[in-house]
Nanobody, 126 residues
Framework: QVQLVESGGGLVQAGGSLRLSCTAS????????MGWFRQAPGKEREFVAA????????YYADSVKGRFTISRDNAKNTVYLQMNSLKPEDTAVYYCAARFSGSLVILTTTNEYSYWGQGTQVTVSS
């Protein structure tokens, strides 16, 4: 069974940085897509960034492009989301997600992902 455990959330001032981690277990993730999503109060869960584990290809939502970076560490089975220049509108619960897929097109919608972590809160104060 795939398990995803997020960590690294917290409270930060606008302009600051945080690094989220998602440690994956239960599979070999070579043929997986790994994604980060977020959900703010009263809003739908939205795509943030994703990575194809095998190739390292990445894709970002326009709202975070140039500020956030997704990466993976094969040895640690961990995916990271480095978040810089944080804004109050980045405040949300951030979720890690995984999906076994051979697609060359990176998956970016919630219904394409099979496994989800419990989420970690990120709060950006103004």
């Amino acid at each position: 069974q795939v398990q995803l455990v997020e960590s690294g959330g917290g409270l930060v001032q606008a302009g600051g940085s945080l690094r989220l981690s998602c440690t994956a277990s239960g599979r070999t993730f070579t043929n997986y897509h790994m994604g980060w999503f977020r959900q703010a109060p009263g809003k739908e869960r939205e795509f943030v960034a994703a990575i194809r584990w095998r190739s390292g290809s990445t894709y970002y939502a326009d709202s975070v492009k140039g500020r956030f970076t997704i990466s993976r560490d094969n040895a640690k089975n961990t995916v990271y989301l480095q978040m810089n220049s944080l804004k109050p509108e980045d405040t949300a619960v951030y979720y890690c997600a995984a999906r076994f897929s051979g697609s060359l097109v990176i998956l970016t919608t919630t219904n394409e992902y099979s496994y989800w972590g419990q989420g970690t809160q990120v709060t950006v104060s103004s």
